[in-house]
C-alpha cells in the first residue's frame, strides 16, 4: 500500500489552504478506509488550525451506537448507503463542531458481510458512500473502485472522499464568488441609475 502519494499530498495541500483561507473547520467520520483519511489530513504542517479530528470505531454497533443512532435504528441497519454515509456526518457535525464534516462507509473487502440480520445491498466489493454537511451543502454520493485487494480499496476510499470533499469546496468558492460578483455588478447598476436620474434632474 503506497499511502499518502504526491497526488494525496497535493489534494490535502489545497484542501487546507481553501479552509485556512475561508477560517473553516474540517472533522472527518471513517470506517472502512480506517483512519487514513485523517492520516492524510494530518500531514498538513499546522494542521489543527483547519482539522479539528475524526472519528473511527470500527466495529459496526459500536460505531453506530456512538453516531448517535438509537437500538432501533442499529437493528434495521441494512448496510452501507449514501443516506447512511450522509447521517454520520450530520452526527459528527452535532458532536465535533466542525464547519464541514466529511463521512466514509463502504466495503473494502475481501467480503462484504457485516453479518447483520437484514443485511439488504447489491453493492459490490469497492464500493464507497460519501458524505459531506456544512454551510449550504449537504450531499452524498457512490464510487466504486473496481478493486477486491483491501488494502488498495482502503487508499482508494480515502482518496475519493478527499477528492469529492475538494470539489465541494471549490464549488462553495466559485458559489460565493460569484455572488459577490451579481451583488457588485447590481450596487454598479443601481449607481449608473441613480447618476442618470440626478444628470436629468439637473437638465430639467
Known amino acids: 500500500m503506497n499511502f499518502p502519494g504526491e497526488d494525496i499530498q497535493e489534494l490535502v495541500s489545497e484542501i487546507a489552504a481553501i479552509l485556512r483561507r475561508r477560517g473553516e473547520t474540517l472533522a472527518v467520520s471513517e470506517a472502512a ?3 487514513l483519511i485523517s492520516a492524510a489530513l494530518v500531514l498538513v504542517p499546522g494542521a489543527s488550525n483547519f482539522y479539528i479530528g475524526g472519528k473511527l470505531v470500527y466495529s459496526l454497533k459500536q460505531r453506530l451506537k456512538l453516531s448517535g443512532w438509537s437500538e432501533t435504528d442499529i437493528q434495521n441497519y441494512m448496510g452501507p448507503s449514501q443516506q447512511v454515509a450522509l447521517k454520520l456526518a450530520r452526527t459528527a ?3 465535533l463542531g466542525a464547519t464541514y464534516v466529511l463521512s466514509e462507509t463502504g466495503f473494502a473487502g475481501p467480503s462484504k458481510d457485516l453479518h447483520l440480520n437484514n443485511q439488504n445491498s447489491d453493492a459490490e466489493v469497492g464500493t464507497v ?3 459531506l454537511t456544512g454551510p449550504n451543502v449537504q450531499v452524498s454520493t457512490e ?9 488498495k480499496n482502503m487508499t482508494s476510499f480515502a482518496k475519493l472522499g478527499l477528492e469529492f470533499l475538494l470539489t465541494q469546496l471549490r464549488l462553495q468558492d466559485e458559489k460565493e464568488s460569484k455572488e459577490i460578483k451579481d451583488e457588485k455588478n447590481g450596487k454598479d447598476g443601481k449607481d449608473e441609475k441613480d447618476e442618470k436620474e440626478e444628470k436629468e434632474s439637473k437638465d430639467e
Open 93 to 95: 457535525k452535532y458532536e
Open 129 to 131: 458512500y460519501l458524505g
Open 143 to 151: 464510487k466504486k473502485t473496481g478493486e477486491l485487494e483491501r488494502s
Open 33 to 35: 478506509c480506517g483512519g
